[in-house]
T-cell receptor, first 114, second 114 residues
Framework: DAGITQSPRYKITETGRQVTLMCHQTWSHSYMFWYRQDLGHGLRLIYY???????DKGEVPDGYVVSRSKTENFPLTLESATRSQTSVYFC?????????????FGQGTRLTVV | QKEVEQNSGPLSVPEGAIASLNCTYS??????FFWYRQYSGKSPELIMF????GDKEDGRFTAQLNKASQYVSLLIRDSQPSDSATYLCAAHNAGGTSYGKLTFGQGTILTVHP
């Protein structure tokens, strides 16, 4: 199906474990984003990517790693999960170059670190 | 200072009233602005975008942009209980090394009571 999908939808992991959240989009959008959403903080940008092999830090990148070897995929890895990384994570994508570049969001991944 | 700040909430208005949501931004490289609505447990969905100074109307919604004051607002006329949600303001950077960066505010919770 066309769109942007995240997996898994729910994940429980232990402190110190590595966990990867997947994001896949079928539109060939240039830009992709990872946000985390916590009560009172809105959506905070973790990393974004302008194209394959081009990534940049956002507001809260510490403890996270991203890669983008293919345009359609933008995985987010927590190298050593901590309880403070318990959150809802949203992936989004936008096309390049237009002023009205709406961001399309995945369904979100609810991550709990115990 | 956050790059995008929204007026503190929560905001409660009676049905039929006008709800006013405000947002300021600090990055003058931001050129496009978006208002998203997010229902509890769901992904954000776009309501409106604006990139020219002045007002833009779409049904019951009016977005206002003042680039000199770095201020964006959203007015919801004839508010309905179904408008109860979190409203997120976002700024899209179209210049320099941050081109394409999409930054959100912390969100304002709106409740419309019958």
């Amino acid at each position: 199906d066309a769109g942007i999908t995240q997996s898994p939808r729910y994940k429980i992991t232990e402190t110190g474990r590595q966990v990867t959240l997947m994001c896949h989009q079928t539109w060939s959008h240039s830009y992709m984003f990872w946000y985390r959403q916590d009560l009172g903080h809105g959506l905070r940008l973790i990393y974004y990517s302008a194209a394959a092999d081009i990534t940049d830090k956002g507001e809260v990148p510490d403890g996270y790693v991203v890669s983008r070897s293919k345009t359609e995929n933008f995985p987010l890895t927590l190298e050593s999960a901590t309880r403070s990384q318990t959150s809802v994570y949203f992936c989004a994508s936008t096309p390049r170059g237009r002023q009205n570049t709406e961001a399309f969001f995945g369904q979100g991944t609810r991550l709990t670190v115990v | 200072q956050k790059e995008v700040e929204q007026n503190s909430g929560p905001l409660s208005v009676p049905e039929g009233a006008i709800a006013s949501l405000n947002c300021t931004y600090s990055d003058r490289g931001s050129q496009s602005f978006f208002w998203y609505r997010q229902y509890s447990g769901k992904s954000p969905e776009l309501i409106m975008f604006i990139y020219s100074n002045g007002d833009k109307e779409d049904g019951r919604f009016t977005a206002q942009l003042n680039k000199a004051s770095q201020y964006v607002s959203l007015l919801i006329r004839d508010s309905q209980p179904s408008d109860s949600a979190t409203y997120l303001c976002a700024a899209h950077n179209a210049g320099g090394t941050s081109y394409g960066k999409l930054t959100f505010g912390q969100g304002t919770i709106l409740t419309v009571h019958p």
